[in-house]
């Protein structure tokens, strides 16, 4: 029977969530640990995973374990290379990055979490990195709390309430309640600030990037081991984060409205 156009092709559905569990480990995965994460009869799990690597999505290892193929490798180089936002803003990065001497991330929303595009990494003997594809909660970092107060407030929502809110250090906020003056505090200063609420010692500041549609889908950003958020060195930071927003967000071809009395 064919499949109604917008239900889920339950087959699709769960050899993406194998993918998905294979990414989030980090590392090659046998039969038996890929059913204690899933629950599914061994034989779906099999037939999936065999027609995925008859595909080259998965690879077996020497061991018997399963790992991602190198087709998704082609896919992933396929999509960063149709993606013009990367090109566009490397410059800009890499100009706060030697300015500040701390790393710069681009990030992107997507299903609840942000994803790292890109990153100039910091020359510095002690610095912090945002690796490129990693995958962050959207509650706790400057980048996702952006994205969170640049939503409808049903999205919003929506994504907190259906997000496990772990957790990470004693500052992370926990309840959909404390986001509200969070929130209202980023939508009235135009940037997002991360305060050890992902890692302790660990400080980031985001500022939003528009689409020509005047759209927020991306952020620019920096992250270090700043002494304080009221330091002089951080509201440079600031300073600098808004600006480098600002000239991408140009470069992407928005035009900021004029207000009219």
């Given at each position: 029977?064919?499949?109604?156009?917008?239900?889920?092709?339950?087959?699709?559905?769960?050899?993406?969530?194998?993918?998905?569990?294979?990414?989030?480990?980090?590392q090659p995965?046998?039969?038996?640990?890929?059913?204690?994460?899933?629950?599914?009869?061994?034989?779906?799990?099999?037939?999936?995973?065999?027609?995925?690597?008859?595909?080259?999505?998965?690879?077996?290892?020497?061991?018997?374990r399963y790992?991602?193929?190198?087709?998704?490798?082609?896919?992933?180089?396929?999509?960063?290379?149709?993606?013009?936002?990367?090109?566009?803003?490397?410059?800009?990065?890499?100009?706060?990055?030697?300015?500040?001497?701390?790393?710069?991330?681009?990030?992107?929303?997507?299903?609840?979490?942000?994803?790292?595009?890109?990153?100039?990494?910091?020359?510095?003997?002690?610095?912090?990195?945002?690796?490129?594809?990693?995958?962050?909660?959207?509650?706790?970092?400057?980048?996702?709390?952006?994205?969170?107060?640049?939503?409808?407030?049903?999205?919003?929502?929506?994504?907190?309430?259906?997000?496990e809110l772990?957790?990470?250090?004693?500052?992370?906020?926990?309840?959909?309640?404390?986001?509200?003056?969070?929130?209202?505090?980023?939508?009235?200063?135009?940037?997002?600030?991360?305060?050890?609420?992902?890692?302790?010692?660990?400080?980031?500041?985001?500022?939003?990037?528009?689409?020509?549609?005047?759209?927020?889908?991306?952020?620019?950003?920096?992250?270090?081991?700043?002494?304080?958020?009221?330091?002089?060195?951080?509201?440079?930071?600031?300073?600098?984060?808004?600006?480098?927003?600002?000239?991408?967000?140009?470069?992407?071809?928005?035009?900021?409205?004029?207000?009219?009395?």
């Amino acid at each position: 029977m064919a499949e109604q156009e917008g239900k889920t092709i339950h087959s699709v559905a769960k050899a993406i969530r194998l993918l998905d569990i294979l990414t989030e480990s980090g590392q090659p995965a046998s039969l038996t640990e890929l059913y204690q994460k899933t629950g599914w009869p061994k034989s779906t799990i099999h037939g999936l995973l065999s027609t995925m690597r008859e595909s080259g999505l998965i690879e077996q290892t020497p061991n018997g374990r399963y790992w991602l193929g190198i087709r998704l490798f082609e896919y992933g180089c396929a999509v960063s290379n149709s993606w013009d936002i990367g090109t566009i803003a490397r410059p800009h990065m890499q100009s706060i990055c030697a300015e500040l001497g701390e790393s710069v991330f681009l990030s992107v929303f997507d299903r609840a979490a942000v994803v790292t595009l890109a990153e100039e990494e910091s020359r510095a003997s002690l610095r912090v990195v945002s690796e490129v594809g990693a995958r962050l909660p959207v509650y706790c970092t400057s980048q996702g709390k952006l994205f969170l107060a640049n939503s409808s407030p049903a999205e919003c929502r929506r994504i907190l309430t259906h997000t496990e809110l772990k957790a990470f250090t004693p500052h992370t906020l926990t309840t959909p309640e404390q986001f509200v003056p969070e929130l209202t505090r980023i939508r009235e200063q135009g940037y997002a600030v991360e305060n050890g609420e992902y890692k302790i010692g660990l400080r980031s500041i985001s500022a939003p990037v528009y689409t020509v549609e005047g759209e927020v889908r991306y952020t620019v950003g920096v992250i270090g081991m700043f002494r304080s958020v009221h330091s002089d060195e951080f509201q440079v930071a600031v300073n600098c984060v808004q600006d480098t927003a600002r000239m991408i967000s140009t470069a992407l071809g928005y035009q900021k409205q004029e207000e009219t009395l």
